[in-house]
DNA sequence: GCCAACGTTGGC
DNA sequence: GCCAACGTTGGC
């Protein structure tokens, strides 16, 4: 991995008290229900604790802010044109620091998409698209301290917070304003269409967010649409 | 820079 | 376990 890291998103150290939940995402946003085979005496719990049986979902949307700020002295920009310069355009997605957003990067599976979203800055919107090269595994700026997302709280032998590298993979034909998809997501959500329960609206500040296909498709197709 | 939305903390 | 205070995210 590269030499040095702007964070991303979500900071927050968070305490011994309540960590780890386990990795339900706690979801309202399940697309699928689960039918939890109750039944049979002939077996018994099976395996141990279930995985819990979320809709499994292989699209996904990063959120990463490509403009200079300062937090505690460090730079948090890394926009996708970052990426893209950095050896192999591969970079780990460390920093996260919300559980929820934890929770699905731990989702994630090699070879998915996600897109490179441009937050807190003068354009928000989707950019660019990036794919999963490595699964998730520990986030190793919980345990420095000189890093800004440092968290004391986490132990070695339990470590909190994890990341997935990424690779970028292409730039939109066009930059997708967060403007035109609201647009969109208000008119799909007053006649039904594929936008009308994007997580970009329903959950705000969610900084990795999984996307259904239908809504993946519908974003990638606007590409080749006139700017609404 | 403002501030609404919302996640986290911690007293009780 | 409730909930008020607090802190952060991120659009505008």
């Given at each position: 991995?590269?030499?040095?890291?702007?964070?991303?998103?979500t900071?927050?150290?968070?305490?011994?008290?309540?960590?780890?939940?386990?990795?339900?995402?706690?979801?309202?946003?399940?697309?699928?229900?689960?039918?939890?085979?109750?039944?049979?005496?002939t077996?018994?719990?099976?395996?141990?604790?279930?995985?819990?049986a979320?809709?499994q979902?292989?699209?996904?949307?990063?959120?990463?802010?490509?403009?200079s700020?300062?937090?505690?002295?460090?730079?948090?920009?890394?926009?996708?044109?970052?990426?893209k310069?950095?050896?192999?355009q591969?970079?780990?997605?460390?920093?996260?620091r919300n559980?929820?957003?934890?929770?699905?990067?731990?989702?994630?599976?090699?070879?998915q998409?996600?897109f490179?979203y441009?937050?807190n800055?003068?354009?928000?919107?989707?950019?660019?698209?990036?794919?999963i090269?490595?699964?998730?595994y520990v986030?190793?700026?919980q345990?420095?301290?000189?890093?800004?997302?440092?968290?004391?709280?986490s132990?070695a032998?339990?470590?909190?917070?994890?990341?997935?590298?990424?690779?970028y993979?292409?730039?939109?034909?066009?930059?997708?304003p967060?403007?035109?998809?609201?647009?969109?997501?208000l008119?799909?959500?007053?006649?039904s269409?594929?936008l009308?329960?994007?997580?970009?609206f329903?959950?705000?500040?969610?900084?990795?967010?999984?996307?259904?296909?239908?809504?993946?498709?519908?974003?990638?197709?606007?590409?080749d649409?006139?700017?609404?």
């Amino acid at each position: 991995m590269p030499p040095r890291k702007r964070a991303r998103v979500t900071r927050r150290t968070s305490n011994p008290g309540k960590d780890d939940d386990d990795d339900g995402d706690g979801e309202t946003i399940s697309p699928v229900k689960e039918t939890v085979p109750k039944k049979k005496t002939t077996r018994k719990a099976k395996e141990v604790s279930e995985p819990p049986a979320s809709p499994q979902y292989c699209r996904w949307l990063m959120k990463s802010e490509p403009e200079s700020r300062l937090e505690s002295g460090v730079d948090m920009k890394f926009g996708i044109e970052d990426l893209k310069a950095l050896p192999d355009q591969t970079d780990c997605w460390d920093g996260v620091r919300n559980y929820q957003a934890r929770n699905f990067m731990r989702q994630m599976k090699e070879g998915q998409v996600a897109f490179f979203y441009h937050s807190n800055c003068k354009e928000p919107g989707i950019a660019g698209v990036m794919k999963i090269v490595k699964e998730a595994y520990v986030d190793h700026t919980q345990f420095d301290k000189k890093d800004v997302h440092f968290d004391g709280t986490s132990k070695a032998d339990n470590p909190k917070w994890s990341m997935v590298d990424v690779q970028y993979q292409r730039m939109l034909k066009r930059f997708l304003p967060l403007s035109e998809l609201k647009k969109y997501h208000l008119q799909h959500r007053a006649k039904s269409g594929p936008l009308k329960d994007m997580a970009l609206f329903t959950r705000a500040r969610l900084s990795v967010q999984p996307l259904t296909t239908e809504e993946f498709d519908f974003i990638v197709s606007l590409e080749d649409e006139e700017p609404l």
